[in-house]
C-alpha cells in the first residue's frame, strides 16, 4: 500500500527558510515523478515544484521560482523541498504527490502545514 508522509512544516517568519521532506513507500519510487503542491485557506490546491524521475527536469510555479528548490534521493525513496525567503502568501498545507511516469498512477500524502508570520 502506497504511504507519503511529508514533514518539516512549521511556524517561520517571513524571510526565513524551511525544508519539507516526503517519506514514501509501497511503490516503486525510480517510476515516479514527485511533486510538491499547496493549498492556503478558501482556495484552490496550487502547483509548486515538480521533479522528473532521473531528478530531470524540474519545474516550479512562478511564485516560487528562485525561493524554492526541490530535490529527490532515490535511495531513500524521498524527495525534498526546499523553501527560502519565505513570504506572507507561502502559508499554506502543503502536499506531497506521486505520478507514475508509465501509467499515470497517482498518489497523494496528507499534508504539512507552512505558517509564515512575523
Known amino acids: 500500500q502506497a504511504q507519503l508522509v511529508e514533514s518539516g512544516g512549521g511556524l517561520v517568519q517571513p524571510g526565513g527558510s524551511l525544508r519539507l521532506s516526503c517519506v514514501t513507500s509501497?511503490?516503486?519510487?525510480?517510476?515516479?515523478?514527485m511533486s510538491w503542491y499547496r493549498r492556503a485557506p478558501g482556495q484552490e490546491r496550487e502547483f509548486v515544484a515538480a521533479?522528473?524521475?532521473?531528478?530531470?527536469?524540474?519545474n516550479y510555479a512562478d511564485s516560487v521560482n528562485g525561493r524554492f528548490t526541490i530535490s529527490r534521493d532515490d535511495s531513500k525513496k524521498t524527495v525534498f523541498l526546499q523553501m527560502n525567503s519565505l513570504k506572507l502568501e507561502d502559508t499554506a498545507m502543503y502536499y506531497c504527490?506521486?505520478?507514475?511516469?508509465?501509467?499515470?498512477?497517482?498518489?497523494w500524502g496528507q499534508g504539512t502545514q507552512v505558517t509564515v508570520a512575523s
Open positions: 504527490k506521486a505520478r507514475n511516469n508509465y501509467n499515470g498512477q497517482i498518489y
Open positions: 509501497g511503490f516503486r519510487f525510480s517510476y515516479y515523478v
Open positions: 521533479i522528473g524521475t532521473t531528478g530531470y527536469p524540474t
